[in-house]
């Protein structure tokens, strides 16, 4: 069996490897885990039963200090000398695939999560595209989260076609369809008492959004989507939950009419987005760009229809028409039309919702995805 370790930039990305762990274990694997330090990744190894290792790998790209951070990897990597080296996102991609062959590591997965590169313009473009042909080069397989996300990379000449593979039906790590995201779960009274806490009456259609508060997240579209939508119905609330960031921030202008309008809920950073997801009517993810979003998963598994945009990762989540709407990115009217279809009919919803959770359960069980890696690390060969 084989010693895996998985290397990430920070801990918080360790939520990619949920329920895996146990998974990779019980078949024998042996998994430890690098990622920059915090507090995340010392919770993370108890929990789970793991060594974890912290390196300091900074999230930007600052030359000087991704050489100090790949020399410190190789260095644990040459003392651990695990036969695969996993290592995940373009920054975490990149120092874990050249320390892992610095160290002389005899197998090597890049795990492509997205690509920032797609957002991107000028040099700064080049540079993150320079730096996925890096990671792809180096790397013996590389797996892509979803079937558009693969597309992307070879019409972008990122990586050789034969490395490149999806696993099963697309997403990081597959759902808890059954389990944490099971609509059944949640409690007979959790919709009504997760209203009562956000201020939202039992008849009121309410819209969400879970992520992070940057612009890439087509907050600012949001914002003027939402401005139409709540003329439009009075018996609309929009509710978001997640933090606002520093890097891609929003405008502040936009940040001020979030925070005053009274048909929005700001809940901040939430771990129990399953409750929250239980509360919702429609949820709502018009981003720029994605490598496969786990949002629009654990909604649909919740059994909630979503609108979202017709960008990488996203066209892979949803059946457009069926479990959800797909529409433009970056263009606001498009998206309130969407929205307000939702709102308007609460048929609608319910049959999208439905169609949502059976499309989730069918393509992107989680158990898929472990049963398809596990074989990889078994079968896989380095080329």
Same mark, same amino acid.
């Given at each position: 069996?084989?010693?895996?370790?998985?290397?990430?930039?920070?801990?918080?990305?360790?939520?990619?490897?949920?329920?895996?762990?146990?998974?990779?274990?019980?078949?024998?694997?042996?998994?430890?885990?690098?990622?920059?330090?915090?507090?995340?990744?010392?919770?993370?190894?108890?929990?789970?039963?793991?060594?974890?290792?912290?390196?300091?790998?900074?999230?930007?790209?600052?030359?000087?200090?991704? +050489?100090?951070?790949?020399?410190?990897l190789t260095a644990q990597l040459v003392k651990l000398r695990p036969d695969i080296v996993h290592a995940h996102t373009p920054k975490g991609g990149l120092l874990g695939m050249m320390a892992a062959t610095a160290a002389r590591i005899s197998r090597r997965i890049y795990h492509m999560r997205g690509l920032p590169m797609e957002t991107a313009q000028g040099a700064?473009?080049?540079?993150?595209?320079?730096?996925?042909?890096?990671?792809?080069?180096?790397?013996?397989?590389?797996?892509?989260?979803?079937?558009?996300?693969?597309?992307?990379?070879?019409?972008?000449?990122?990586?050789?076609?034969?490395?490149?593979?999806?696993?099963?039906?697309?997403?990081?790590?597959?759902?808890?369809?059954?389990?944490?995201? =099971?609509?059944?779960?949640?409690?007979?009274?959790?919709?009504?008492?997760?209203?009562?806490?956000?201020?939202? =009456?039992? =008849?009121?259609?309410?819209?969400?959004?879970?992520?992070?508060?940057?612009?890439?997240?087509?907050?600012?579209?949001?914002?003027?989507?939402?401005?139409?939508?709540?003329?439009?119905?009075?018996?609309?609330? +929009?509710?978001?939950?997640?933090?606002?960031?520093?890097?891609?921030?929003?405008?502040?202008?936009?940040?001020?009419?979030?925070?005053?309008?009274?048909?929005?809920?700001?809940?901040?950073?939430?771990?129990?987005?399953?409750? +929250?997801?239980?509360?919702?009517?429609?949820?709502?993810?018009?981003?720029?760009?994605?490598?496969?979003?786990?949002?629009?998963?654990?909604a649909g598994s919740m059994q909630k229809p979503v609108v979202s945009t017709r960008v990488t990762g996203c066209v892979d989540a949803v059946d457009d028409g069926r479990t959800g709407i797909l529409v433009p990115a970056k263009e606001s009217k498009p998206l309130a039309q969407a929205i307000a279809r939702y709102v308007a009919s609460a048929e609608l919803r319910?049959?999208?919702?439905?169609?949502?959770?059976?499309?989730?359960?069918?393509?992107?069980?989680?158990?898929?995805?472990?049963?398809?890696?596990?074989? +990889?690390?078994?079968?896989? =060969?380095?080329?």
């Amino acid at each position: 069996m084989a010693h895996i370790v998985h290397v990430m930039t920070v801990p918080e990305s360790l939520g990619f490897l949920r329920g895996q762990v146990a998974f990779m274990k019980s078949r024998g694997h042996t998994l430890s885990v690098v990622t920059s330090p915090g507090e995340g990744l010392r919770e993370f190894g108890e929990r789970e039963g793991v060594e974890t290792y912290a390196v300091e790998m900074p999230r930007k790209i600052t030359p000087a200090k991704d +050489l100090e951070s790949v020399a410190r990897l190789t260095a644990q990597l040459v003392k651990l000398r695990p036969d695969i080296v996993h290592a995940h996102t373009p920054k975490g991609g990149l120092l874990g695939m050249m320390a892992a062959t610095a160290a002389r590591i005899s197998r090597r997965i890049y795990h492509m999560r997205g690509l920032p590169m797609e957002t991107a313009q000028g040099a700064k473009r080049a540079l993150l595209a320079t730096t996925e042909r890096v990671s792809c080069g180096l790397a013996h397989e590389v797996i892509a989260v979803s079937p558009s996300l693969r597309r992307t990379a070879l019409e972008h000449r990122l990586c050789a076609e034969r490395k490149i593979r999806v696993l099963a039906g697309g997403s990081g790590n597959g759902v808890d369809a059954y389990g944490r995201f =099971d609509p059944s779960n949640a409690g007979e009274t959790t919709r009504e008492d997760v209203r009562r806490e956000l201020g939202v =009456d039992a =008849d009121t259609v309410l819209v969400g959004f879970v992520g992070r508060l940057v612009r890439d997240k087509g907050i600012v579209e949001l914002t003027d989507a939402w401005s139409v939508v709540r003329e439009q119905f009075s018996n609309a609330k +929009l509710v978001i939950v997640g933090p606002f960031e520093e890097r891609d921030p929003v405008p502040d202008a936009v940040r001020a009419r979030l925070e005053r309008d009274p048909s929005i809920v700001m809940t901040g950073a939430r771990k129990d987005t399953p409750r +929250l997801y239980a509360a919702m009517d429609v949820v709502v993810l018009p981003t720029y760009r994605e490598g496969f979003p786990n949002v629009l998963l654990e909604a649909g598994s919740m059994q909630k229809p979503v609108v979202s945009t017709r960008v990488t990762g996203c066209v892979d989540a949803v059946d457009d028409g069926r479990t959800g709407i797909l529409v433009p990115a970056k263009e606001s009217k498009p998206l309130a039309q969407a929205i307000a279809r939702y709102v308007a009919s609460a048929e609608l919803r319910d049959a999208h919702g439905r169609a949502a959770r059976e499309h989730v359960c069918a393509k992107f069980d989680r158990e898929r995805i472990w049963t398809e890696l596990e074989a +990889l690390y078994r079968n896989g =060969d380095a080329r």
